[in-house]
Every structure is written in C-alpha cells, then in structure tokens.
C-alpha cells in the first residue's frame, strides 16, 4: 500500500512514501532543471565527430562551477564523473572516456544539476554528424513514446497509464522498451519513489497526484529489451547489440496535467532533429 506524505514534513531519504510538493517547491524544481536544460542545449553545439566524451563531462563540470550547481553524479556509490554519456549499443549509465565519437554515433548524454538543494535530472539524444535514417527513427520513435508517457501525467490517473502509453507506441513501431531501469521520485532527492515503469497497463500502479514530482525516461531498443551490465558495475548494453536511445524529462504532477520542467529553453528538446511543430 502506497501512502502520500508533504514533502516539508518527510526526512531527506527515500522512505517509500510519495511526496507531494508545493507551488514554492515547484519553482526551486524549476530552477534547478532549466540549468540542466540550458547545458544541454549549450552541448547540441559540441557534439561533432572527434569530440570526447570525457571532454563532455569536463565541460558538464565547469558549466555547473560556473552556476552555482553540483553535478549529482559525481561521487554518487562511487561514480567518477560529471555526466553519463550512453553510446550506440549502450542503454544508460555509459562512462565518459577519452575516444573520440565517430560520424554516425548517436548518444545520450544525462546530467542531474543539483541547485538549491533540487535535483534537475534530464537526458537527450544527440547525433554525430549524419546519422542512419534507422537510428534517425530510433530517435524519433524515443522521443515520441517520451511525450506520450508525459501526456498520460494527470492527477487520478495511475502511474501504469505512463508506461501502456510508452510501450502500445513503442511496439506498434517495432521497438522493444527496456524493462531493467525506470523513471523515479526526484525533487531534494536523486532517487525516490514511485518507481516509474515504461510498460504495463493503465489500471496499474498508484495513483498520481497534484504535487507529485518524478521523472519518465524510456528507454527504448531497435531489437530486443534484454540488457546486460558490463564488468565496471555501471555500463548497461543490449545483449543483441543493437541501438538504443532514451530521452528524459522531469515533470510536475498539476492540477489540470503536469509541467514539464526540463523543457530546452532553446527549442532543443530533439537536439539534431526537425523540430517539433505546434
């Protein structure tokens, strides 16, 4: 049984209880997650052929110096860098390293800025140069079952609404989602509950309400959804080593809907690809 508690009166731990936030913590979410938003848009411009992963991460560092912000991942169980940076084959949680992306490399680049004690968690998708139209509708198709989990966000709706209107786009265009990772709780803390699954049924799950804040980031294969962790502890792959992609957005349970926080202020949501109209 899921219980619901004010995020003022909750311990800065993940107890299993729901927080639920106010309008004031709304804003200091906000804020954080627009500087997450502002780096990547600034990293649409450096992803090019030649560039380093690890000079990504360099740059994630002092963009989040130069404002006030702390990259959440570094040092979090023994992580080492700034950024995650996910490429080709590998699903979430790659590692900055220094070879250099090749023409027609696609990959995800996370960063979670923590400002004021929020936690602004977002991912894109980025391509390397000219990209394969397969990779180019994998990043179409990521993209599109991301809003689609973001429309189905309403106060008395169930969380497995999110992950049916995920999975019924996903393998109606022939993609696999990947079941071992989700979208989680996240505001003053990193990783909190409710888990938020990117398959399953509508009538599944608890219920969403007006304050809650979590985040929804598919990911989403051109082959099968089985994945494996490497040696490290932390790079997830396809065990079929075929492509995948995840985009992110933190967002807001409202009255009405939800706001999403992490929008790019640059209009570069789907960095690399047309943008969105309407």
């Not at 049984?1 to 804003?27: C, Q, W």
């Not at 590692?95 to 923590?114: H, Q, S």
């Not at 599944?204 to 929804?216: A, D």
Request: charged share 20%; hydrophobic share 40%.
């Amino acid at each position: 049984m899921v219980s619901y508690i004010d995020a003022v009166s909750a311990p800065l731990k993940n107890t299993g209880a729901i927080r639920l936030y106010t309008a004031e913590d709304f804003a200091g979410m906000r804020k954080a997650s627009q500087l997450t938003a502002r780096c990547l848009d600034e990293l649409a411009a450096l992803v090019k052929p030649g560039v380093t992963t690890a000079a990504l991460d360099r740059f994630v560092f002092e963009f989040g110096m130069d404002n006030g912000a702390l990259p959440a991942t570094l040092g979090y169980r023994g992580y080492k860098y700034s950024v995650c940076t996910s490429l080709n084959h590998v699903v979430c949680h790659g590692m900055p390293d220094d070879k250099p992306l090749r023409e027609g490399d696609i990959v995800n680049i996370d960063v979670t800025y923590i400002l004021d004690g929020w936690y602004g968690d977002s991912s894109r998708m980025y391509p390397v140069g000219q990209i394969k139209r397969a990779a180019e509708r994998l990043l179409e198709v990521t993209h599109e079952c991301l809003m689609r989990g973001i429309a189905a966000v309403r106060p008395g709706a169930r969380i497995g609404a999110i992950g049916e209107a995920i999975q019924t786009y996903a393998e109606a265009q022939r993609c696999s989602v990947v079941r071992d990772f989700c979208g989680h709780g996240v505001g003053k803390i990193f990783h909190d509950t409710p888990n938020i699954l990117h398959y399953g049924r509508a009538d599944e799950g608890p219920e969403m309400r007006e304050g809650m804040i979590f985040t929804i980031e598919p990911m989403i294969n051109l082959g099968k959804p089985h994945v494996k962790v490497l040696a490290d502890g932390w790079t997830a792959v396809t065990r079929d080593r075929s492509l995948s992609a995840q985009y992110e957005h933190a967002v807001g349970v409202t009255a009405t809907g939800c706001e999403i926080f992490t929008l790019s202020p640059g209009g570069l949501d789907r960095p690399g690809l047309p943008p969105l109209q309407g």
